[in-house]
């Protein structure tokens, strides 16, 4: 599990950075994240699962939001996969931090 404030030196492309492609890294500074990752194998050009599970903390003592982003069985890149789940964090987080 990692844990730290939010920013696009993480390893991973997904729930921590909310990277939209290239160097638009969209981010919220101070936000702390925890997340687990997962990734299997692809075969016949289908990777079988890339997910991201992760608490991230609202910002002015908001509460946290729980999240989890599972695709399976995508022909598409682990990059592109990365960016989705990506997104749809930043989605999340945005629906609720600026209520």
Known sequence: MRIGT??????????SVWCTGGSDCRRSSGTIVAHKTGTTGTVQG???????VGVITLPENAGRLAIAVYIKGSSRSEAVREKVIAQIARAAF???ALQ
Do not use: I, K, L, P
């Open 46 to 52: 289908f990777n079988g699962s890339t997910n991201d």
């Open 6 to 15: 939010m920013d696009c030196s993480f390893g991973s492309g997904r729930v």
């Open 94 to 96: 945005d629906a609720y």
